[in-house]
Nanobody, 114 residues
Framework: QVQLVESGGGLVQPGGSLRLSCVAS????????MGWYRQGPGKMRQFVAS???????AYGDTVRGRFSISADNAKMTVYLQMNSLKPEDTAVYFC????????WGQGTQVTVSS
């Protein structure tokens, strides 16, 4: 089993920035993929960004150029730097770990509002 704990969510004004963190623990190992997904009110869960343990990144179309994902393999932590936030970025953000199965965190709320 893998446990994921997200942090860093909160309330921010449009145009502002937030950095989310996700720490993985338990039966982790090399050659993994970690990513972020989000689910806004009344919407389907949406892919945001992902990173592999060897550094390959991918981004959803709606966040490319504004969000940046990075990872610290030694700390088993993935970060999501979110800049130029918009009200439509409001959602619960979930961390996912993929390696011999998929594991999800509980989510952290991000609200973009003036």
């Amino acid at each position: 089993q893998v446990q994921l704990v997200e942090s860093g969510g909160g309330l921010v004004q449009p145009g502002g920035s937030l950095r989310l963190s996700c720490v993985a623990s338990g039966s982790t190992g090399p050659m993994y993929t970690m990513g972020w997904y989000r689910q806004g009110p009344g919407k389907m869960r949406q892919f945001v960004a992902s990173i592999t343990s060897w550094g390959v990144t991918a981004y959803g179309d709606t966040v490319r150029g504004r969000f940046s994902i990075s990872a610290d393999n030694a700390k088993m932590t993935v970060y999501l730097q979110m800049n130029s936030l918009k009200p439509e970025d409001t959602a619960v953000y979930f961390c996912k770990y993929s390696r011999r199965g998929e594991y999800w965190g509980q989510g952290t709320q991000v609200t973009v509002s003036s």
